[in-house]
């Protein structure tokens, strides 16, 4: 896989010492049979060291590499409901690139690769709750904009970053894991880069926040047309008026030992996306029946309206004057 790397991994360092080393990989190109569809393949990653990148750079190949596997089966496998452990007998695409009526649309939210399953459990799960939360904060303002004390200064100091150039902004709304995304801002204030990140602890979860917005960043640049919109005023009026939201201190909250999901999107599901038995990696996939599975595009939520989610936070009342989700 890693044979023809030299053209098709790239990496980028910045001066700043702190500053993660980011690496874009291009590992493989999956089709159907018919050739009709292309899956994603692109995978990025930030780390301190090349084995660290590429690490998480297999990692993410993984997990779209085994989302296409169970796309092509017909096979059946199981998935366990977290809360009650009940076990289900479903087909393996329904693990995969796709839409049903019990899951909505999917894509790989909620997938994660490794070695250690309970871990893995856990990254899943918080990457379906953030990619919720981001919603709940972009569509509803259901959120708050972080105030740079001492102690967040500190951390973007770390990266380089001027707090007028950055816009943080918290939110915990379903569950209790610290959600945070990012906006990294040019001096004209528009948006060049932004990221988000669920964990337990939250000034982890701010620096996993800022190490995507800067991988995001950087592949802005790379790109011939901007992945953000640019002297848009709609946008601009939009973003100004998320701004306003009512702000909070983060560094004295604490660490969660736990996750504990709000009724009723209790109801996260796993299912291991391992076809081969004899694989060194574990790829799981947390999915839910009342959560978005994908990730909450204008476009994602008009396909998914039904939604438990949806219906009770009203989203798709709110898309009518809404301007498309700024993370990527």
């Given at each position: ?160 970053i001027n707090e007028k150039n950055i816009k943080i902004f918290y939110a915990q709304n379903i569950s209790n894991i610290h959600t945070i995304i990012v906006f990294i801002l040019n001096d004209n204030l528009q948006i060049i880069g932004s990221g988000i990140s669920g964990d337990k602890d939250v000034m982890h979860t701010l620096v996993s926040a800022i190490e995507e917005a800067l991988m995001q960043k950087w592949m802005d640049e790379l790109s011939p047309k901007s992945m953000y919109l ?99």
């Amino acid at each position: 896989m890693f044979d023809y790397y030299q053209k098709s991994f790239f990496m980028n360092k910045t001066v700043f010492n702190d500053d993660p080393i980011i690496g874009l990989g291009v590992f493989k190109v999956e089709k159907t049979k018919n050739k009709k569809k292309i899956f994603p393949y692109s995978n990025t990653s930030s780390g301190k060291n090349k084995i660290e990148i590429f690490g998480k750079l297999h990692n993410e190949f993984l997990e779209r590499f085994k989302m296409v596997n169970n796309y092509r089966s017909n096979k059946k496998t199981e998935i366990i409901l977290i809360n009650g452990l009940k076990k289900t007998l479903v087909k393996r695409n329904v693990l995969t690139y796709s839409y049903d009526s019990k899951y909505g649309h999917k894509d790989t939210t909620g997938t994660a690769s490794g070695l250690n399953s309970a871990i893995l459990i856990e990254k899943a799960i918080c990457e379906l709750l953030e990619k919720n939360e981001l919603m709940l904060m972009w569509y509803k303002k259901l959120c708050s904009l972080v105030k740079i004390t001492p102690a967040v200064k500190a951390v973007l100091l770390q990266y380089g970053i001027n707090e007028k150039n950055i816009k943080i902004f918290y939110a915990q709304n379903i569950s209790n894991i610290h959600t945070i995304i990012v906006f990294i801002l040019n001096d004209n204030l528009q948006i060049i880069g932004s990221g988000i990140s669920g964990d337990k602890d939250v000034m982890h979860t701010l620096v996993s926040a800022i190490e995507e917005a800067l991988m995001q960043k950087w592949m802005d640049e790379l790109s011939p047309k901007s992945m953000y919109l640019k002297n848009n005023k709609k946008f601009d009026d939009y973003f100004f008026t998320l701004c306003n939201v009512k702000q909070i201190s983060i560094e004295n909250l604490k660490s969660v030992q736990k996750i504990i999901i709000n009724p009723p999107f209790d109801d996260i599901e796993i299912g291991l996306l391992n076809i081969a038995g004899c694989r060194r990696e574990i790829t799981i996939k947390a999915i839910s029946k009342t959560m978005f599975n994908c990730i909450p595009t204008i476009s994602n939520i008009r396909k998914n309206k039904t939604r438990v989610i949806s219906v009770l936070y009203g989203i798709e009342n709110e898309l009518k004057n809404a301007v498309e989700c700024a993370v990527i």
